[in-house]
């Protein structure tokens, strides 16, 4: 059986385990991966590389390593993931979203776009969950780690590197660094470069490899108010006044796209938000939230974060004028007069925040936030919510309790 065809039935045997990220199926497939490359006898004869990393987490997810040795001390890492995304969006083919052939026989063409119905048509594309990000891809490097290690005479090192959780916070290459390094510093490895299988929009043009990658920053911002009820709005700030103008501002803004030889990133959107209510009331939230995704190419992340503290300035000049509008045109047609409270929210990165609170406390403050964070990541596995409630919890030492912006930066970095 050749590479092509080995990789095409690899890849529908790995799809039939339904591995959603941060599902058992996800657990399941990195098994099956690990347990078809111990049955190679390259690996019966040298088990000790050949690794099964588990992950401290819900359903007992895994990184899958492998090496197989060559000529030299250079290396190549195949690097790939082995979580899909859910399959809520197949709608009524839920069903089949696991089964290519099944699904793709049953497809009808008139509800899929232009694109993809030509696809469909002429016959060459399979349809299915994972298929292509990233079971084929997985496959493909699954099949050449088989054939490199039946061979056994090459020039080189690779090392196979199958990840979880890609989906979602990039736990699996997060703990997969230490597996590499660990590959590398017993084996005297000199890595030449990382292979990534992942699909990417091909255009029917020649470019279809992509050499390195962008960066990726996750700013969570966080507009403090001032509470009040639904009834006396005029004696606070509504928090999301402010987020709804820093969300206006930055939700797809060019001027944040980053640009290096002729390539240009995507503007930044928001990936997650809400506020810090327990529950429903009349009153406005304490505080409201939004997470945005903003890739970078030639910025460091200190350009990015002075860049959006600029803007978190401007959207509280913008929030502070909406509101005094707003009180002037309510109080023209109701007659009533109004008092309103001093309003000039200030714009403080997590540094700032936590510099002010040092200077007021000192290093009990100190003590008690890092004994507090201890036990949040034991309990909080999101990475964003225990993000949010570190920033919620460093504010109750602020010495300031008016409005503000705070622009921190979550994980994953």
């Excluded at 590197?161 to 290459?173: A, F």
Aim: glycine share 8%; hydrophobic share 40%; aromatic share 8%.
């Amino acid at each position: 059986m050749n590479l092509g065809d080995r990789a095409w039935q690899l890849m529908l045997d790995l799809t039939k385990f339904h591995s959603i990220s941060q599902s058992p199926g996800e657990s399941r497939i990195a098994r099956e991966i690990h347990s078809r490359l111990a049955n190679l006898p390259y690996f019966q004869l040298y088990p000790s590389q050949l690794r099964l990393q588990p992950i401290a987490a819900p359903n007992n997810p895994a990184v899958v390593a492998a090496l197989v040795r060559g000529k030299g001390r250079t290396g190549i890492i195949l690097l790939n993931h082995h979580d899909v995304v859910d399959i809520e969006d197949y709608g009524i083919y839920k069903e089949l979203a696991f089964a290519p052939l099944e699904l793709t026989r049953s497809l009808d063409p008139g509800i899929l776009p232009p694109a993809a119905r030509g696809d469909l048509l002429r016959g060459d594309w399979v349809f299915g969950r994972g298929t292509m990000d990233m079971l084929y891809g997985l496959a493909l490097q699954l099949a050449l780690t088989e054939a490199k290690a039946a061979s056994g005479d090459f020039a080189g090192n690779i090392l196979f590197v199958s990840v979880p959780d890609e989906e979602n916070n990039s736990l699996g290459m997060r703990h997969a660094i230490g597996v590499i390094r660990e590959f590398q510093q017993v084996y005297g490895l000199d890595f030449a470069a990382a292979v990534n299988c992942e699909p990417h929009g091909y255009d029917g043009e020649d470019h279809v490899i992509q050499t390195g990658s962008d960066g990726k920053l996750l700013p969570l911002i966080c507009c403090f108010g001032r509470e009040t009820h639904a009834g006396a709005l005029y004696d606070g700030l509504n928090p999301y006044l402010l987020l709804a103008e820093v969300i206006r501002m930055l939700e797809l803004n060019p001027g944040f796209s980053d640009a290096c030889a002729g390539e240009y990133t995507y503007p930044p959107t928001v990936l997650r938000g809400g506020d810090l209510k327990k529950g429903y009331n009349v009153s406005t939230p304490p505080a409201a939230w939004a997470c945005f995704n903003i890739f970078t190419l030639a910025a460091s992340p200190r350009e990015i974060m002075a860049k959006l503290v600029r803007l978190c300035q401007q959207a509280v000049a913008n929030g502070v004028a909406s509101f005094h509008r707003s009180a002037a045109a309510w109080q023209s047609i109701s007659g009533t007069n109004l008092t309103l409270p001093e309003i000039q929210p200030q714009v403080l990165t997590f540094s700032d925040l936590w510099q002010q609170c040092l200077r007021a406390h000192g290093e009990s403050f100190v003590r008690e936030i890092d004994s507090f964070a201890a036990q949040l990541v034991k309990k909080e596995p999101d990475l964003q919510r225990l993000t949010l409630e570190l920033i919620q919890r460093v504010h109750r030492y602020s010495p300031d309790d008016s409005p503000k912006i705070v622009i921190a930066l979550a994980p994953p970095f």
